[in-house]
T-cell receptor
């Protein structure tokens, strides 16, 4: 059974640019959550999508957005990148929520220069 | 708001010995889920163990066990017979009712040969 696939693994962008990250969940999983991980702030919740609808949203500015497609694949977009957006972005999938735990991808390391 | 606290930023253990990682959380709910995740240098978060709050019995997965004290809101992880491959960041996490999963700041575990 394939795991959670995140692409790309590494990304370098310039301030002011925008970026799109992709996440393919485990087959059959309908929930996809996104987290930002930094040494200073730890794991911070961005948003969760369930059956193409945003179910939960964290406390991030509107520059951070996401969507989920009918095949449960999800993308997150960050517009007008700032240096502080440099982080590891983790995607996690689950059948219908977190009660059984999440399965995480290996993350996308975003560096903004 | 639910918060998760890991008071030990770093811990070390001798190979084959036992180590306990601490976690406390704050909640007013009675039916929730607790988890321990491991994040090795490969970056992928791996689910180690899961505990349902309405079950008094402590969860066990091979060399990993928890001490769940619901009244004290404490959820510690015990690793027995520590192995070099156990070296990683360990995160305690809380989940309730289709909200986002909340993570502690993590404990970096070093295993000495």
């Amino acid at each position: 059974k394939a795991g959670v696939t995140q692409t790309p693994r590494y990304l370098i962008k310039t301030r002011g640019q925008q970026v799109t990250l992709s996440c393919s969940p485990i087959s059959g999983h309908r929930s996809v959550s996104w987290y930002q991980q930094t040494p200073g702030q730890g794991l911070q919740f961005l948003f969760e999508y369930f059956s193409e609808t945003q179910r939960n949203k964290g406390n991030f500015p509107g520059r951070f957005s996401g969507r989920q497609f009918s095949n449960s694949r999800s993308e997150m977009n960050v517009s007008t990148l700032e240096l502080g957006d440099s982080a590891l972005y983790l995607c996690a999938s689950s059948l219908g929520g977190g009660r059984y735990g999440y399965t995480f991808g290996s993350g996308t390391r975003l560096t903004v220069v | 708001a639910q918060t998760v606290t890991q008071s030990q930023p770093e811990m070390s253990v001798q190979e084959a010995e036992t180590v306990t990682l601490s976690c406390t959380y704050d909640t007013s709910e009675s039916d929730y889920y607790l988890f321990w995740y491991k994040q090795p240098p490969s970056r992928q978060m791996i689910l180690v163990i899961r505990q349902e709050a309405y079950k008094q019995q402590n969860a066990t997965e091979n060399r990993f066990s928890v001490n769940f004290q619901k009244a004290a809101k404490s959820f510690s992880l015990k690793i027995s017979d520590s192995q070099l491959g156990d070296a990683a960041m360990y995160f305690c996490a809380y989940f309730y009712n289709n909200n986002d999963m909340r993570f502690g700041a993590g404990t970096r575990l070093t295993v000495k040969p």
